[in-house]
Every structure is written in structure tokens, then in C-alpha cells.
């Protein structure tokens, strides 16, 4: 049962990388008039969360 929550950790951690990957070229574009759709910074702290809390439950399993 605990293998699940390790592994939705590793999912949220691997969500919260490719977050940061992406606000990083964000932050790069060439044209810096083009408005971005996603809230990577928000999706990278809420990745960030989820992973903690998943992993808290997986150690206390």
C-alpha cells in the first residue's frame, strides 16, 4: 500500500521539476510580450505540497 504513495511522491516531484524546467524558459522567451497559460511557480508549490504529503503518508504506513 505504501509503494503507491512513494510512487505518487515520485510522480508530484517529477511534476514539480518540469514546472521549474518550464517557468525557467518562461523567463527566457524571446518575445516577452506572448503571455504564458500556465502558473508554473503555482503548479510547481502545489507539486511541491503534494509530494510531502504523499510522502509523509507513505513513511507512516
Do not use: C, H, T, Y
Not at 510522480?11 to 510580450?33: F, M, P, S, Y
Not at 510547481?44 to 509530494?51: E, F, K, M, S, T
Amino acid at each position: 500500500m505504501a509503494m503507491r504513495f512513494w510512487a505518487g511522491a515520485g510522480g508530484a516531484l517529477a511534476l514539480a521539476v518540469v514546472a521549474g524546467i518550464n517557468e525557467w524558459r518562461r523567463k527566457r522567451r524571446a518575445n516577452l510580450d506572448s503571455i504564458g497559460l500556465v502558473d508554473w511557480p503555482g503548479v510547481q508549490v502545489l507539486a511541491l505540497v503534494a509530494a510531502a504529503i504523499l510522502a509523509s503518508i507513505a513513511w507512516n504506513s
